[in-house]
């Protein structure tokens, strides 16, 4: 048995990098800085070590040799779950070029939100880093920020380390529409944060109103949303008097139709702030299960995010029509290629097409995939690259065991090669 210090997690979109592991052969315990996302994703237990086709296990080189003929003749497949590391990424991106493929990551319908809203009149975000340092109004907004991510408050909030603020009790913590489901937010002085509730339904208005009041302008209502604007007016006057405020919000959660609408507000709302001798920024919340890797990588290397097609030879970027479920369901794609090398869960959807799956050992499927290749996970089976939830730094992920499991990207440069 040996004990690996500071660990980086790949799993919570944080970089969360002090986690202490226990390796013991393949086994993975997590004895210090654990959390409800990352200490589950670190035990899981290995099970399948070798590759199948049609549920049967064989050698690695026969299984590449089904998957390309699979694929060898095939018009437009499609690769989708996209949840790897940078490197599995460009893997995936030389592949999807070499067989005219959509690359399509399963969280981008809500992704989508934040990216209409950035292409159509851009956003002023924070870093984790300015978070920690300089942060004195934190401002959640329709998300249960402790279940998305459990050590955010303990990591950049509830510390003595900041720069540019005297103590965690000079932060104040807001939750608007979903109220917190823990304690998380609780300053260590025992300060509970503030929690204007209304139905995720209801932000667009809310969110409206807020921005209004922002603005000085006159609102007549008394309630919104169940909301009572006189509470509205104090939150917009906290916004305005902070130090340096920040606005999180999580686009997945925002499960309503145009979504992005209310991104742009509170987007166009933090510049008003900006307006107002104060500073205030913005902080989506993404990066599990490699969404934002997938969206980097796919960026500068096709000038788009992910939801790209290569049929015609070159890059084309649709957030619509080049829709994983919406290419199946109507029948537009011969193949689909399968990635997520980090959740079991995630199996890919049940369909009639010829199908490969390139997922994290443990995986079970509703209907057996054609092919089924279980690769290691980035920052346990092998090292890698993978971006946290402000884009700005590429987290180095480290090798904690030898299982023997190829790397996505071994099996994508292998399945290429073979074609």
């Known amino acids: 048995m040996t004990e690996i210090t500071e660990v980086p997690s790949p799993f919570c979109g944080m970089g969360t990098d002090d ?55 095939t018009c437009q497949p499609v690769i989708g779950g996209c949840a790897t590391d940078v490197n599995g990424m460009r893997a995936l991106l030389s592949l999807a070029d070499r067989m005219g493929a ?30 920690k340092n300089r942060c004195d109004l934190l401002l959640v907004v329709g998300t249960d920020l402790e279940s998305v991510a459990p050590r955010f408050f303990e990591r950049y909030l509830w510390h003595n380390d900041a720069m540019f603020v005297d103590g965690p009790e000079q932060r104040e913590v807001v939750y608007l529409g979903k109220a917190p489901s823990g304690q998380a937010s609780v300053s ?130 649709d957030p619509y029509l080049n829709d994983t479920q919406f290419l199946l369901a109507n029948d537009e794609a011969d193949a689909l290629v399968w990635v997520q090398a980090f959740n079991v869960k995630s199996a890919p959807p049940v369909t009639h097409l010829p199908t490969i799956v390139i997922g994290r050992s443990g995986m079970v499927f509703e209907k057996e995939p054609d092919v089924f290749f279980p690769v290691g996970t980035p920052g346990i089976d092998h090292a890698g690259h993978a971006y946290r939830m402000d884009n700005v730094v590429a987290i180095r992920l480290k090798k904690l065991r030898d299982s023997g499991l190829p790397s996505t990207a071994q099996v994508l440069k292998a399945i290429e090669q073979a074609l």
């Open 19 to 73: 986690l202490t592991v226990q390796v013991n052969g393949t086994a993975l315990k997590v004895v210090e800085n654990g959390c409800a996302v990352n200490t589950p994703l670190f035990e899981q237990t290995l099970i399948d070590l070798k590759a199948r086709v049609n549920g049967k296990e064989v050698e690695f080189d026969l299984a590449v040799r089904q998957a390309a003929a699979l694929l060898k003749d």
């Open 188 to 317: 260590p002085g025992g300060k509970k944060a503030q929690v204007l509730e209304c139905a995720v339904e209801a932000l667009p208005e809310v969110t409206a109103v807020l921005r209004a009041l922002v603005k000085s302008q006159l609102i007549r209502a008394e309630v919104v949303a169940g909301i009572a604007v006189s509470d509205l007016q104090m939150l917009a006057d906290k916004l305005k008097a902070a130090n340096y405020g920040v606005i999180t919000w999580a686009a997945g959660a925002l499960s309503f139709r145009q979504a992005e609408l209310t991104v742009q507000t509170l987007s166009e709302m933090i510049k008003d702030v900006n307006n107002q001798n104060t500073r205030c920024s913005g902080l989506p919340l993404a990066g599990k299960e490699g969404d934002q890797t997938a969206n980097q990588v796919c960026g500068w290397t096709t000038g788009y995010p992910a939801r790209t097609r290569f049929s015609r030879g070159y890059p084309e970027y």
């Open 102 to 131: 959509v690359v399509d990551n399963m969280n981008f319908t809500g992704a989508r939100n934040n990216f209409l809203a950035l292409q159509d009149s851009g956003w002023m975000n924070a870093t984790l880093a300015e978070v």
